[in-house]
């Protein structure tokens, strides 16, 4: 079992940057692919960025590829989404979520409650 609670959202303007953590309970954190899904008002669940357990490999959406970064401090049992160049657009609730598995086809069995990032124009 993965308990997982996010923080580190909040309103900020175009152009500004955030992180999000997400802290995790449990002694395997390290052998659990992290990732960073959103969820914008009207529309359905969005991947944005992942880390695998096993070799580090980060991957992303296109729509953030080159202003997210993923990273994870599995002594803090933490993962981390530094957002920069933030859009209007990126406005969601932001979820972090925990797998077994490795990869794009990775199923994430254990979710946060959210946070709420607001980018204003």
């Known amino acids: 079992q993965v308990q997982l609670v996010e923080s580190g959202g909040g309103l900020v303007q175009a152009g500004d940057s955030l992180r999000l953590s997400c802290a995790a309970s449990?002694?395997?954190?390290?052998?659990?692919?992290m990732a960073w899904f959103r969820q914008a008002p009207g529309k359905e669940r969005e991947y944005v960025a992942a880390?695998?357990?096993?070799?580090?490999?980060?991957y992303y959406s296109d729509s953030v590829r080159g202003r997210f970064t993923i990273s994870r401090d599995n002594a803090k049992n933490t993962v981390y989404l530094q957002m920069n160049s933030l859009k209007p657009e990126d406005t969601a609730v932001y979820y972090c979520a925990g797998s077994p598995g490795t990869g794009v086809g990775a199923k994430y069995d254990y979710w946060g409650q959210g946070t709420q990032v607001t980018v204003s124009s």
């Open positions: 880390v695998n357990w096993s070799d580090g490999k980060v």
């Open positions: 449990g002694r395997t954190f390290n052998r659990y692919t």
